[in-house]
């Protein structure tokens, strides 16, 4: 192969499908009011996968309100009442800083402003007060649509509880300005073991992403991304990416019976590694642009299977070590997969079988070797799907363990994905069983 990948030039294709990715996304803005203890940090967990009280970004904005993200490219934001306090807190001064962040919001640039607002109200207390119905009229004048959630309501199968019925029928008498058609919207968080009794499973999430749909369609792209509630949807996105690239890759030329030419191994594996990225952002995995750039990256240069794979690879990996990347964080994990590299290439090399029909499978997967090792385009393109379906494994995975994103390295993710790759073929994520998950 005499064609090179220089790594500025891909570094920068994948920095700019990263922005384009999150630009097309677009954000999800979200005020939460309600009283303290309410629920509203569990229901934000249970919804979005974000725990505000371990939130990266929770800048105060006002005194009763603040700014919650993960990092600053989070695609949800949500601005957090602190919480009324009966007998404490004015009125007035709740409703002047309720209108300071809506105008703010308004103000600034598009992406800022805030979509939508939940109420949150206890169920546990019974108590909907003056106060409460002040704010969701304040909000309503704003313009702002509202919708009222109760949580902590018991209930297993039709049967709900006495209390929350009690307290939705109070409530509707106030004939509030609520979206959603008016609906109360009743929702327990978390299953409740109850002493003695069964246990309350979790309900009313799923209604209330679609009510929360359907009053935000501006934000409906966001929404979707960010919830944690069903990854059917970012599945349905991650498999029209890979099909995407199929199509555009089948449009430059590349068939099933052709071999790659030098000069398309290097757009190939720009193409799977714009793909990777764009996959990351569609899940929203909440970690910042260049951290995505930097996994999905090192995720296509990662080992070569073959000598002439492992030397540009290793070349590429190398140059990622030095002084183009700014970040040293960054320059760290280069290092760790060059590490990683030269291990997994001692044991792989010449381990790795490569047929010429469209189901050949590589013993040892980083992307650069697939396309490297495949006779024709037709197998790579078929193995990279597999590898998109990999990494949407990857992707689930982390969501689900979020505590890794914290501490995440490239080596680790590496071994997500070769894990994946090897496990499921070209199986994506809710077709068959479930995959074995990788012992860290």
Known sequence: MNEQ??????????????????????????????????????????????????????????????????????????????????????????????????TASRIGPQED?????????????????????????????????????????????????????????????????????????????????????PEIPQHGLFELLQATLEIAPAAAKAIKAGQRLDFSLQRSEAKRIIKNFRYISAGAGLTAAAPIPATDVVAVTTAIAVMLVKISVCYALPIQKGHIVTIAGATVLGVGATQQGARVVGEQIATMAGEKLVNEAAKRAAKEAVKEAGEQLAKEVGKATVKQSGKQVARFVPVLNIIVGAVAAGAALTLATAVGHAWMYVCEFLLRHPKLLA???????????????????????????DPIEPML
């Not at 390295?409 to 077709?431: A, D, I, Q």
């Open 113 to 197: 402003r805030i979509h939508a607002a939940w109420f949150v109200v206890n169920t546990l207390t019974s108590r909907f007060l003056d106060t409460h119905m002040s704010v969701i009229e304040a909000m309503h004048k704003l313009d702002l649509p509202v919708i009222l959630v109760l949580t902590h309501v018991h209930r297993l199968g039709d049967q709900i509880d006495e209390r929350a019925l009690k307290l939705a029928e109070h409530i509707e008498s106030r004939k509030l300005p609520l979206s959603a058609d008016g609906r109360i919207l009743m929702v327990n968080s978390l299953p409740t073991k109850q002493l003695g009794g």
């Open 407 to 433: 501490t995440l390295e490239t080596p680790m993710v590496l071994r997500l994905f070769t894990h994946f790759y090897r496990r499921k073929g070209s199986t994506p994520p809710g077709e068959g069983s």
């Open 5 to 102: 990948i220089d790594l500025d030039d891909l570094i920068s294709v994948m920095s700019a499908a990263c922005t384009d990715a999150f630009a097309e996304i677009g954000r999800f803005n979200l005020i939460v009011f309600g009283d303290s203890g309410a629920g509203k940090t569990t229901l934000i967990n249970s919804f979005f996968g974000m725990n505000l009280g371990e939130t990266g970004i929770g800048n105060a904005v006002t005194p009763y309100i603040r700014r919650c993200q993960r990092n600053e490219d989070d695609i949800i934001t949500i601005y957090d009442n602190r919480g009324f306090e009966v007998g404490r807190d004015n009125l007035d001064d709740i409703i002047s800083d309720l209108n300071k962040v809506i």
